[in-house]
């Protein structure tokens, strides 16, 4: 139900949306495939044993 009211927002906005709540490394490729600009992961970053390692992740996963 997330994806889909997001793709609705960001197919409503004239702005960029942005992804904030729940958001993972998993289920990140999911809100930009529903068209969200960014997504925002503090909560995930900031409970990782290793922060870095996963901001590494992101960033081979192409989403920062």
Known sequence: RGVRLLA???KASKLP???I???T???AADCWRAGA???AVIS???R???ARALARA???AGAL
Do not use: N
């Open 58 to 60: 992101y960033l081979r």
């Open 44 to 46: 995930e970053i900031e």
């Open 48 to 50: 990782a044993a290793d």
């Open 37 to 39: 600009a960014s997504v």
């Open 17 to 19: 949306v942005v992804a």
């Open 8 to 10: 609705a927002a960001c």
């Open 21 to 23: 709540v729940g958001i």
């Open 25 to 27: 490394l998993t289920t």
